[in-house]
């Protein structure tokens, strides 16, 4: 963390030596000369000594605008990883330093020109944190390996060679595998491509897989699924729990939504449980067992995992044959993917059972130690990463079933993984702060005769965003007064005012009316943050101003406005009370 310095002290440094700079200039009273010796001889015959030049003195301004950068760049480096807060207690810094300073942040050209830029490039940030990381906005997913995969192999089939061949012979003689493995042309060919141009891509599977195989085998084995099939995932996602493909499957195992519902897994708004390691291997089990048990043969079950019981059942039934190998032997009957995936997962076993036999370098991925803490509601995962001195990617890997930035807003009791070590201090943030504090949550009331499309289109948002987020459904009608939950974005930068760090003071809401002068008013332009059971009625009557301009300076659609938005208000320097 930045130690700050105090900003001031160097500031009266600077113009202390400005000052004597100048008073050199005009009495030499600031820098030592050298003695100068006088004779009777005229004044204009003797050649004056010319003084030493003055030190270069350092530049106040510049001084302060490179402390005010300093903590700027300091708030860059938190909101790479995450820290939201730390972010914004380090803009607000770099603005302080500025407004602080003797004149304040316009008292010098230099200085307003770095003010106005040092705004305008926190307010960047804050759009792309809004853009990118705002409460209606998921998590980025990972392109599924089984896309690429199965294009690659569908074209690029290689023809095995001999030392293949007999290096496939000699391995499944010598390891015994719990599903029966052929020793066929399509086999063969897929571990010629594993081996030479896929190689790398299955290391990189491998050893990311060590990370969860041992979990993968102990559910297997208690639920009576052969081990071998604990190398599906390898051609499925590469072990990547986050993995999305382009049908939208998900997770290590890619599931469809559907397919993940009926075995057990949930799916809403804030929890998408294909993405848990976990808890989808102990899903898949259960739907690979169901498929064993339609079709009675794993070749065929590893074929309807990936194109369906129901198309599988109607190619056995129009060709009637019961063999996968059979059945996939003309492209009648089955797709070409669900003819290449079973010999894909079947090559990945056995180089998968011994690497080292095909000459596969696997550097196990190290495996993150974690601790679990309890949360209840809605609680920001940015804080928690703050909290615990990690990044958000180390607490969204650690949780990778959330798929926004907040735990569920309904869970009593949710079990939440943070780096080992960070449980107790976590635990303390969370008893000290509470409710809406611990995330940033607003409300809206539903007003007469709105409905779910209205209010979307009013605040801007997708209506089954909306609907989700509420544990609604699109369809769902509303009943005036009832509460909905609008996720936001925290600010970057709290309110300021070019005359100082905090903001004017309330102007009580009373009628108001200016001071008669011949100069037009003078205007302070405020940056305000909304707070909690605020309009824009009561804050133009703080500050002295209408809600139409604030409407107009804002370039607001209409008079909502949200908890934590920062509004641009021009407050009359010369407003007084009656």
């Given at each position: 963390?930045?130690?700050?310095?105090?900003?001031?002290?160097?500031?009266?440094?600077?113009?202390?030596?400005?000052?004597?700079?100048?008073?050199?200039?005009?009495?030499?009273?600031?820098?030592?000369?050298?003695?100068?010796?006088?004779?009777?001889?005229?004044?204009?015959?003797?050649?004056?000594?010319?003084?030493?030049?003055?030190?270069?003195?350092?530049?106040?301004?510049?001084?302060?605008?490179?402390?005010?950068?300093?903590?700027?760049?300091?708030?860059?480096?938190?909101?790479?990883?995450?820290?939201?807060?730390?972010?914004?207690?380090?803009?607000?810094?770099?603005?302080?330093?500025?407004?602080?300073?003797?004149?304040?942040?316009?008292?010098?050209?230099q200085l307003s020109a770095h003010y106005d830029?040092?705004?305008?490039?926190?307010?960047?940030?804050?759009?792309?944190?809004?853009?990118?990381?705002?409460?209606?906005?998921?998590?980025?997913?990972?392109?599924?390996?089984?896309?690429?995969?199965?294009?690659?192999?569908?074209?690029?089939?290689?023809?095995?060679?001999?030392?293949?061949?007999?290096?496939?012979?000699?391995?499944?003689?010598?390891?015994?595998?719990?599903?029966?493995?052929?020793?066929?042309?399509?086999?063969?060919?897929?571990?010629?491509?594993?081996?030479?141009?896929?190689?790398?891509?299955?290391e990189e599977g491998l050893s990311r897989g060590?990370?969860?195989?041992?979990?993968?085998?102990?559910?297997?084995?208690?639920?009576?699924?052969?081990?071998?099939?604990?190398?599906?995932?390898?051609?499925?996602?590469?072990?990547?729990?986050?993995?999305?493909?382009?049908?939208?499957?998900?997770?290590?195992?890619?599931?469809?939504?559907?397919?993940?519902?009926?075995?057990?897994?949930?799916?809403?708004?804030?929890?998408?449980?294909?993405?848990?390691?976990?808890?989808?291997?102990?899903?898949?089990?259960?739907?690979?067992?169901?498929?064993?048990?339609?079709?009675?043969?794993?070749?065929?079950?590893?074929?309807?995992?990936?194109?369906?019981?129901?198309?599988?059942?109607?190619?056995?039934?129009?060709?009637?044959?019961?063999?996968?190998?059979?059945?996939?032997?003309?492209?009648?009957?089955?797709?070409?993917?669900?003819?290449?995936?079973?010999?894909?997962?079947?090559?990945?076993?056995?180089?998968?059972?011994?690497?080292?036999?095909?000459?596969?370098?696997?550097?196990?991925?190290?495996?993150?130690?974690?601790?679990?803490?309890?949360?209840?509601?809605?609680?920001?995962?940015?804080?928690?990463?703050?909290?615990?001195?990690?990044?958000?990617?180390?607490?969204?890997?650690?949780?990778?079933?959330?798929?926004?930035?907040?735990?569920?807003?309904?869970?009593?009791?949710?079990?939440?993984?943070?780096?080992?070590?960070?449980?107790?201090?976590?635990?303390?943030?969370?008893?000290?702060?509470?409710?809406?504090?611990?995330?940033?949550?607003?409300?809206?009331?539903?007003?007469?005769?709105?409905?779910?499309?209205?209010?979307?289109?009013?605040?801007?948002?997708?209506?089954?965003?909306?609907?989700?987020?509420?544990?609604?459904?699109?369809?769902?009608?509303?009943?005036?007064?009832?509460?909905?939950?609008?996720?936001?974005?925290?600010?970057?930068?709290?309110?300021?005012?070019?005359?100082?760090?905090?903001?004017?003071?309330?102007?009580?809401?009373?009628?108001?009316?200016?001071?008669?002068?011949?100069?037009?008013?003078?205007r302070t332009t405020t940056t305000h943050r909304?707070?909690?059971?605020?309009?824009?009625?009561?804050?133009?009557?703080?500050?002295?101003?209408?809600?139409?301009?604030?409407?107009?300076?804002?370039?607001?659609?209409?008079?909502?406005?949200?908890?934590?938005?920062?509004?641009?208000?021009?407050?009359?320097?010369?407003?007084?009370?009656?």
């Amino acid at each position: 963390m930045l130690e700050y310095a105090d900003p001031m002290l160097s500031f009266r440094r600077g113009v202390s030596g400005v000052l004597c700079a100048v008073g050199l200039l005009l009495s030499g009273a600031c820098a030592a000369r050298s003695p100068q010796t006088t004779t009777a001889q005229a004044p204009s015959a003797i050649a004056p000594q010319p003084a030493p030049a003055a030190a270069a003195q350092p530049d106040p301004v510049q001084e302060l605008i490179a402390l005010s950068e300093q903590h700027f760049q300091a708030g860059e480096r938190e909101l790479s990883e995450g820290h939201l807060d730390a972010a914004t207690a380090a803009f607000d810094r770099a603005v302080d330093v500025l407004l602080e300073s003797p004149g304040g942040a316009r008292s010098n050209q230099q200085l307003s020109a770095h003010y106005d830029r040092l705004i305008e490039r926190i307010s960047g940030h804050e759009l792309m944190a809004l853009a990118q990381a705002d409460g209606f906005a998921e998590k980025a997913p990972e392109p599924a390996s089984i896309d690429d995969l199965l294009t690659i192999a569908t074209f690029e089939r290689p023809t095995p060679t001999p030392e293949t061949e007999r290096t496939v012979a000699d391995d499944l003689q010598a390891v015994v595998h719990d599903i029966e493995i052929p020793q066929n042309a399509r086999v063969l060919a897929y571990v010629e491509l594993f081996t030479g141009r896929l190689k790398g891509y299955l290391e990189e599977g491998l050893s990311r897989g060590a990370r969860y195989l041992p979990m993968i085998q102990e559910v297997f084995r208690a639920e009576g699924v052969p081990l071998d099939l604990a190398y599906v995932p390898l051609i499925e996602s590469a072990f990547k729990p986050n993995a999305l493909s382009r049908a939208k499957a998900k997770g290590m195992w890619q599931f469809m939504r559907g397919t993940a519902l009926e075995n057990g897994l949930r799916h809403d708004w804030y929890i998408d449980e294909r993405a848990d390691p976990e808890k989808a291997t102990r899903a898949a089990a259960k739907y690979l067992k169901t498929l064993y048990s339609m079709f009675g043969d794993w070749h065929l079950a590893l074929a309807s995992y990936n194109g369906g019981p129901g198309r599988v059942q109607r190619a056995m039934k129009r060709s009637g044959r019961d063999d996968f190998w059979k059945l996939s032997a003309t492209s009648r009957y089955l797709p070409r993917e669900t003819r290449d995936y079973v010999p894909l997962i079947l090559a990945a076993v056995i180089i998968a059972r011994s690497p080292a036999q095909y000459e596969m370098e696997v550097t196990p991925i190290e495996v993150p130690l974690f601790e679990t803490v309890t949360v209840a509601g809605a609680v920001d995962i940015r804080r928690v990463a703050e909290w615990a001195g990690a990044s958000v990617q180390d607490i969204q890997d650690l949780n990778p079933e959330l798929r926004r930035w907040t735990t569920p807003i309904r869970a009593t009791e949710y079990e939440l993984k943070v780096p080992m070590g960070a449980a107790e201090a976590i635990n303390t943030r969370l008893t000290e702060q509470g409710g809406d504090d611990l995330a940033p949550l607003s409300h809206y009331t539903v007003k007469k005769n709105e409905t779910l499309p209205s209010i979307a289109k009013k605040l801007g948002v997708s209506r089954s965003d909306l609907a989700e987020a509420n544990y609604l459904s699109a369809k769902s009608k509303l009943e005036t007064g009832q509460q909905l939950v609008i996720p936001r974005a925290p600010t970057l930068l709290a309110a300021r005012t070019e005359t100082g760090g905090q903001a004017p003071d309330a102007v009580p809401a009373t009628a108001t009316r200016q001071v008669e002068t011949d100069d037009p008013p003078a205007r302070t332009t405020t940056t305000h943050r909304v707070a909690r059971g605020e309009t824009l009625s009561l804050i133009a009557k703080r500050y002295g101003t209408t809600v139409a301009h604030l409407i107009e300076l804002n370039s607001l659609p209409n008079s909502v406005i949200h908890v934590g938005q920062r509004l641009i208000v021009e407050r009359l320097s010369t407003l007084a009370t009656n």
